[in-house]
């Protein structure tokens, strides 16, 4: 049976029919995050939303009960005169952190006290934060428990945001910015607390490198697809725990209206930085921030170009990480006239070249006439009497496109001296291991 077109609804009820009827499912044409999302949907149950019956006022910790009220009375300033009128059974309630006087999961996560997090197993509700060096190695660790609305700031406070210095065109002056946007750190971190599958008992991770910043959480992506939530920009109809993203919206802890994860795309661009890369494999999702411009001409592109829509950003993001681009971004950034070139290959157009003063660097990436580097092998070998691999390599290596890589440079000169040789130009008086090319009289 393919149930692809059906809508998310329709999907689950067809595979819960077929299943109940122990019928053979065909998902060849669902990857493995939808076929999680759709089960996930199927139980109505939200692990976040379970009282804990053992549990009260006592496991809670004092200081983060004081920050969820101010955190609360900032959020909705009407309600800030009641606020500090009422108990603590009775803002938990109000702040839809229990149900009926009654703790939940939710109220514990936020605002458990550290001795609480039994309460809670065999969850694991821990923040790992990893400082590693540029070579991958471990300079430091901290670990972070309840309760987490504390413990958020705690990560924060641990992340190094240096200042990151670059030149713009045209200018002596440095700008100087932080590395990373504080609302890009917080929003990654509650993004993690919020969707984390805690019945998997694994920990966050924040994983700060030299330049960059990653964000693991367990479980698998929610809404299924990232670029759907960047484009349409509009409120999720599925949260794996909504008592808990609830919660966390009532004290300023996440957007669950939407938008979050689109914001980090327009705060990196708005700084000329790479997208965030999302990684969604083995029920995991991966998040990494780059701290720097990756790409000088696509900074100047961004800037020069003040009408890219945030479509184009994305396609032209992939350009400059040399990602693959689907026929529908090559088709998008090819009809702007932004890129030129074969797939996977592609560059910076001679339009966007000229505008952003990178004349230079387009001519290096357009790959030169194929005959070209023939006539220059041969009048190479004319001139020298013959010439070796490395004599061959050292004369095209620099010629070729600066988009080639090293392994690409290498297969480029052996299939032009296939060519010589087949066409019986050249002929190789050496042996395979130390060619040696002569012109053939």
């Given at each position: 049976m393919n149930i692809q077109h059906l809508d998310s609804a329709s999907k689950l009820d067809a595979l819960l029919a077929l299943t109940a009827e122990s019928e053979v499912v065909e998902f060849k044409e669902l990857n493995l995050e939808e076929i999680e999302r759709i089960r996930a949907q199927a139980t109505l149950e939200d692990w976040s939303a379970a009282i804990v019956p053992d549990a009260g006022l006592d496991d809670l910790d004092d200081e983060a009960l004081r920050?969820?009220?101010n955190n609360f009375k900032s959020k909705f300033p009407d309600k800030a005169v009641d606020v500090d009128a009422w108990d603590n059974a009775t803002f938990l309630n109000k702040a839809k952190l229990s149900i009926k006087g009654k703790l939940t999961r939710t109220a514990l996560i936020l605002l458990g006290n550290n001795e609480?997090?039994?309460?809670?197993?065999?969850?694991?509700?821990?923040?790992r934060w990893i400082l590693k060096d540029h070579l991958g190695n471990d300079r430091d660790y901290a670990l972070f428990g309840l309760p987490m609305l504390l413990a958020v700031d705690k990560v924060y406070a641990k992340i190094r945001n240096l200042k990151y210095r670059y030149l713009p065109e045209g200018t002596l002056f440095p700008e100087e910015i932080d590395q990373y946007e504080p609302y890009a750190i917080r929003e990654a971190v509650n993004n993690c607390l919020a969707h984390q599958d805690y019945s998997l008992a694994g920990r966050i991770n924040v994983i700060e490198g030299d330049e960059t910043l990653t964000f693991t959480n367990l479980g698998s992506f929610a809404p299924g697809d990232v670029k759907r939530v960047v484009m349409e920009d509009a409120p999720e109809e599925y949260y794996r725990n909504r008592f808990l993203a609830t919660a966390m919206f009532n004290l300023k802890m996440v957007e669950t209206a939407g938008g979050g994860i689109r914001k980090l795309f327009l705060l990196q661009s708005a700084r000329f930085f790479p997208l965030p890369d999302y990684e969604l494999s083995s029920n995991r999702v991966k998040?990494?921030?780059?701290?720097?411009?990756?790409?000088?001409d696509y900074a100047r592109l961004l800037a020069s170009t003040g009408d890219l829509t945030l479509s184009e950003i994305m396609a032209l993001d992939k350009v400059q990480k040399k990602l693959s681009l689907s026929n529908d971004e090559e088709k998008l950034l090819k009809a702007k006239f932004l890129i030129e070139g074969r797939k996977p290959n592609f560059y910076i157009s001679q339009k966007v070249a000229q505008k952003?003063?990178?004349?230079?660097?387009?001519?290096?990436?357009?790959?030169?006439?194929?005959?070209?580097?023939?006539?220059?092998?041969c009048r190479a070998i004319g001139e020298h009497g013959s010439l070796n691999r490395k004599d061959i390599n050292d004369l095209l290596w620099n010629k070729l496109p600066d988009w080639m890589s090293d392994k690409q440079k290498m297969y480029k000169i052996g299939n032009l001296m296939g060519e010589l040789r087949r066409n019986q130009v050249t002929v190789n008086k050496g042996s395979m291991a130390t060619p040696q090319w002569v012109l053939v009289k």
């Open positions: 920050v969820a009220r609480a997090e039994h309460f809670l197993l065999p969850a694991d509700v821990k923040i998040l990494k921030l780059t701290g720097k411009v990756l790409n000088m952003i003063g990178k004349k230079a660097s387009y001519s290096k990436n357009r790959a030169l006439d194929k005959q070209y580097y023939l006539d220059m092998i």
